[in-house]
């Protein structure tokens, strides 16, 4: 834990008893109190994590953002000011980079939001698909501390410290000028857990300060400090991908089930050749839910077989707190992705009896 | 971390009581309290024949799976299956919720455990 590098909110992780582990380089607490109390923290009151291991680039120039539809799939070109968009990096074949948010703050200034363990790769991805672009681009992640406030008491507790009224930031929308508690943030509500809340930008040292102060004006409606564990398990539920299992250079965002995020129809960008080739092919492979009607629980890496026979890889899969059910995401033969489809997943050398779900696992709770 | 006087130790953090030619077997206060909330347990079928070193079950919390290795062969006689039921109680007292009870075949392999002071130091 020693080579870690430390988030500005390591000691509050400390001091809160945070269980700190290695993620990505990053010295970061998968749980305070336990998985589950955070998890349901956040589904019925409010959870606060640190994510300032994320990474963050700045794009900025007359043609910003000519440079941004180039780079990912998803259209920018609808984008006002102070929008943000989920949006997929893909390479030439197809495969992703990184999936990332785009804030578009104007049209000659765009702040990409990328995944901790792919900062370095995507920048220099970035930098090496620069071509004639006039651009400047800025690896601004060391300079810039994140955390997300999330759950149905989001607002009340972030309006406790603003005098911006939240209600006019609306669904992946952003305001650069919110004083949190007298300190200058960037605050978009958006988030990784499948509930309403927001994500809130400032600087490595003004960070600790806007933690401590969310954490004492949310204590009175049940905020909880959350870990990484949870965050896993939030997302998960609300079938959003992560980097590394349902997304990776070797899946594409079509195979992915992400294909509302590919506007195959704009001009042009990065692996559009590949993807449209296999939208018209069909795709081989289908990214579905599925459900273990066997006890036990399906992880990450496991073997889905049927007919007798290896059929794909569970990408993702839990105990799921919420749904209570043991449910997971699996990359498999696109001939028995039909809802129903009976499954077997491999277990500790045992297969053990699935079927195939609908992905949407959970109602979303966003406030639109 | 509570660690019991009268048993004997694995340095995979498993429990072993013995009791004349049985031997129930369990995961320690450490190994719960360092898996997390455990949400699913589960265990070998009476009659298993386990040699030294089998995993006799797993132990799964929300965030992984983590097999459970027996130290002594044996052949399962019971399953404590109060914690398949309710995994949680191993987060409870892991001590008071023993997993399987087996026949100990060699009580020789006894000999390799740790006794309580032994164990205390190699969880430091």
Known sequence: MENCKK???FNAHESCGGKVIDFAGWALPVQYEGIIPEHEAVRNASGLFDVSHMGEVEVKGPQAADFVQNLVTNDISTLVDNQVMYALMCYPEGGVVDDLLVYKFNNEFFYLVINASNVDKDY????????????????????VSEVALQGPKAQEILQKLTDTNLDDIKFFFCNREV???GIKCLVSRTGYTGEDGFEIYASNKDISAVWSKLMEVGKELGLKPCGLGCRDTLRFEATLPLYGNEITKDITPLEAGLGIFVKLNKENFIGKDAL??????GLKRKTVGFELLDKGIPRHGYEVMADGKVIGVVTTGYMAPTVKKSIGLALIDAAYAELETPLEVVIRNKPLKAKVISKKFLNKNYKK | MNVLKDLLYTKDHEWIKVEGEKAYVGITDYAQHALGDIVFVELAEVDTALSAGDAFGAVESVKAASDVYIA???TVIETNEAVVDDPSLLNQDAYANWMI???ISDKSELDGLMNAEQYEAHCK
């Open chain 2, 101 to 103: 009870c087996v026949t």
């Open chain 1, 7 to 9: 988030t500005a909110l």
């Open chain 1, 124 to 143: 220099q991805w970035m930098l090496d698909n620069k071509n004639n672009y006039n651009v400047k681009l800025k690896n601004v992640s060391d300079e």
């Open chain 2, 72 to 74: 002594v062969s044996g």
């Open chain 1, 179 to 181: 004083m949190v508690g």
């Open chain 1, 276 to 281: 449209v080739k296999q939208k018209e092919e």
